[in-house]
């Protein structure tokens, strides 16, 4: 089992800038090929997911939208290598970040999570109030 770290998923999303970042990409690109081939297997955890979706779309890094970021994501995650028992956590993660106009993926994330019956969100942030079937908790 490999565990990916947010520089080789980024390695793998954006054009390489430089020939250094160049060989990393066709690193990345090995890595995935081989995950989708059930040669490797891979997993993440929440915090790589978010540190890439921040870098992804900080206007400062690259600027992507959320919907190109998903869809830059999700083919990666739903690789026949890729295990975690979150993974559906994360898809969903993307679907509600790719769709919303005022949620973060971490907000998206907490969401997904939140999304289960009998959960209610804890969270001061009235943003979460625009998500359909979602229950904010409120003093």
């Not at 040669?39 to 190109?68: K, N």
């Not at 993660?93 to 019956?117: C, H, K, M, Q, W």
């Not at 942030?125 to 003093?139: E, H, I, M, Y």
């Amino acid at each position: 089992m490999i565990f990916v770290e947010a520089n080789v998923f980024l390695r793998a999303l954006v054009r390489p800038a430089t020939p250094r970042d160049q060989g990393w990409a066709r690193d990345a690109a090995e890595l995935f090929r081989a995950v989708g081939a059930n040669e490797e297997e891979m997993t993440t955890s929440d915090a790589v997911l978010a540190e890439v979706a921040f870098i992804l779309a900080s206007p400062r890094q690259y600027g992507v939208a959320p919907a190109d970021i998903a869809a830059r994501l999700k083919p990666i995650l739903t690789l026949r290598g890729c295990k975690a028992p979150q993974k559906a956590v994360w898809l969903r993660a993307l679907d509600i970040y790719a769709s919303s106009t005022n949620l973060g993926f971490v907000d998206a994330l907490s969401v997904s999570y939140a999304e289960r019956p009998g959960v209610v969100l804890a969270s001061f942030d009235s943003d979460f109030d625009a998500v359909p079937g979602l229950t904010r908790w409120r003093p």
